[in-house]
């Protein structure tokens, strides 16, 4: 597994929660390490371990933290560089939907050896989409509820989502957007601006 997305959920959690907790967790699942580099590969069984350890210790299900996590690599401001990433898609949530079929390609851009599972949008009728989240990430579904909810507040969209379920090895997402300009999104400019 990709150091980043260990670095996610080590982040994710810390951030959250505390590092003491986090800790805990490591110590749990028997990892004898403060956490990861963003750069470096890892055993996958490390990835789910540490997962499933934050799991327990926060006695939540696992589609539950990783929709969490989700909302926290776009919402959080140590992480601006994934919400630009998403924000370039285009100027309203529909743009966006629209462009997550790219969104594997756009990352490996960033990141080369960071491999993302295929993603395919559907619009079944005005306002009701389904995004097909390909094989190759056990619950990047429940990932992608938690960045599309995230981004429909950054848009100021109102929409709603239903992870729903399995299909030949896919998992499915409905999502049906009620209001395309909801609330005021937050701001956003092309330009990166320095501090």
Do not use: K
Request: with cysteine.
């Amino acid at each position: 597994m990709h150091g980043l997305i260990n670095c996610a959920i080590q982040s994710f959690f810390c951030h959250t929660y505390s590092q003491d907790r986090w800790q805990r967790v490591l110590r749990h699942v028997g990892q004898d390490v403060s956490g990861f580099e963003a750069m470096l590969l890892y055993d996958d069984s490390v990835t789910f371990d540490v997962l499933a350890g934050a799991c327990a210790e926060l006695g939540r299900n696992q589609a539950e933290v990783l929709e969490d996590i989700g909302t926290f690599i776009v919402s959080h401001p140590g992480l601006e560089a994934v919400r630009r990433l998403l924000r370039f898609a285009g100027v309203n949530y529909v743009d966006f939907l629209h462009s997550l079929d790219d969104l594997p390609d756009r990352v490996r851009l960033a990141v080369a050896d960071l491999y993302l599972p295929v993603l395919e949008l559907r619009e079944h009728t005005a306002g009701l989409y389904s995004l097909t989240c390909g094989p190759g990430l056990p619950g990047f579904g429940s990932v992608m509820i938690g960045v599309l909810r995230a981004m429909a507040d950054d848009y100021g969209a109102l929409v709603m989502l239903d992870h729903r379920g399995h299909h030949d090895g896919c998992e499915v997402i409905s999502i049906a957007l009620v209001e395309s300009a909801y609330s005021e999104g937050r701001g956003f400019d092309l330009g990166a601006r320095s501090a």
